[in-house]
């Protein structure tokens, strides 16, 4: 099994190749025994494993440069040869059976001289009843995506393995939380090459070989803050802030800053990736909070309580029961967190579920579209 996973990973990387034309890998012994997360092809073994197929002449091993690092791995040019020359598509790779789905992580920022560090330590929880059931959904998801006829046109902007489908989902715990696991925060669904691909080149997605269309709940997290204090949210964009007019993507990524904020005290913005994203120089996050609580007073308690990933995780209920719901009838979806991908006939159908579940979940209206 290891040799197997170590020489599929290198065809696939003759294929697709990384950004870096390098594998990370990791060497150590790691942690005592194996967690649910862990391949068992991974042990003891495995360093002289890669030291022996590198003597044979299939990969470059580069050894990790300092502690704290991953050592890195690359095909040989006579192995990428050999997969040349044996005629493999990305049609022959598919991920290992019996991979853990559904994973938990507890989350802590450590500061290492003048930066912060976001460290994330996977929790090897026990098993329940909620967490077997979303496993066997998420596992008959991917089942479905993978018989499913989903291709990609190819746009000369760089590979896409359209069979990358596996689904996972992933939910987070705070630093100080003093719970040993708990599934109510987090959620999302990862994973399936369309989630990385930049929205310009969706257009190259085909189901059942016709073009796609995404769908998509309107201000989702500002209308399930509002769906966790019980009061109705107001009828036009909740992202309507007098004064920002024309920042939107601001005014969203603010809100959002501010729901996931556990202090109420946060003196500055995030630097936005995105610069349509960023708040005009004169509006301070005092300013941005007094100008949010005169349009939206109900969602007072909502700022500075840490409930984010709360949200998060309601919007993760919904999604996966309109995958679910979807998948039941037949309609292939192509999950996008807050939104999906179905053919463009099915999509009446795609909204309607989605307003359906929703309702069921939250009892108030999400408008998708």
Avoid at 200 to 220: H, K, Q
Avoid at 247 to 253: G, T, Y
Wanted: include cysteine.
């Amino acid at each position: 099994m290891a040799v197997e996973v170590v020489v599929a990973n290198l065809a696939h990387a003759v294929l697709m190749p990384p950004e870096t034309g390098w594998l990370a890998v990791l060497t150590g012994n790691g942690t005592c025994g194996f967690t649910r997360y862990d391949n068992p092809a991974f042990g003891k073994p495995f360093r002289t494993l890669l030291s022996r197929l590198g003597d044979l002449g299939h990969l470059t091993l580069r050894p990790s440069p300092k502690r704290g690092e991953a050592s890195s791995l690359a095909p040989t040019e006579s192995f990428s040869a050999l997969v040349r020359d044996a005629g493999i598509s990305l049609a022959d790779f598919g991920r290992l059976g019996g991979e853990e789905v559904v994973l938990l992580a507890r989350t802590s920022v450590i500061h290492r001289r003048d930066e912060r560090v976001h460290h994330r330590e996977m929790i090897d929880y026990l098993d329940t009843a909620e967490t077997i059931a979303m496993r066997q959904d998420i596992r008959a998801l991917t089942g479905f995506l993978a018989a499913a006829d989903i291709a990609f046109i190819d746009d000369g902007a760089g590979p896409v393995d359209p069979h990358d489908r596996s689904m996972r989902r992933h939910f987070v715990m705070a630093e100080d939380d003093p719970l040993s696991q708990r599934f109510d925060r987090g959620g999302r669904l990862f994973g399936g090459f369309w989630q990385n691909l930049k929205r310009a080149r969706r257009a190259g997605i085909r189901v059942d070989g016709e073009p796609v269309t995404v769908l998509d709940y309107s201000a989702m997290f500002p209308r399930l803050a509002y769906a966790a204090v019980g009061v109705q949210p107001p009828a036009d964009d909740p992202y309507a802030i007098p004064g920002l007019e024309g920042h939107r993507k601001a005014v969203k990524l603010a809100m959002n800053t501010l729901f996931f904020d556990r202090s109420g005290r946060r003196p500055s913005w995030p630097e936005a990736e995105d610069p349509d994203a960023e708040m005009p120089p004169t509006w301070t996050v005092g300013r941005f909070r007094a100008a949010l609580l005169a349009r939206h007073p109900a969602l007072r308690n909502s700022l500075g309580a840490g409930i984010g990933h709360r949200l998060m995780n309601t919007e993760s209920r919904i999604m996966a029961g309109v995958l679910m719901a979807l998948m039941a009838e037949g309609i292939v979806a192509l999950p996008l967190h807050d939104g999906l991908m179905v053919k463009m006939p099915r999509a009446r159908e795609a909204g309607m579920m989605m307003g359906m579940i929703a309702r069921e979940i939250t009892t108030f209206e999400l408008p998708a579209a």
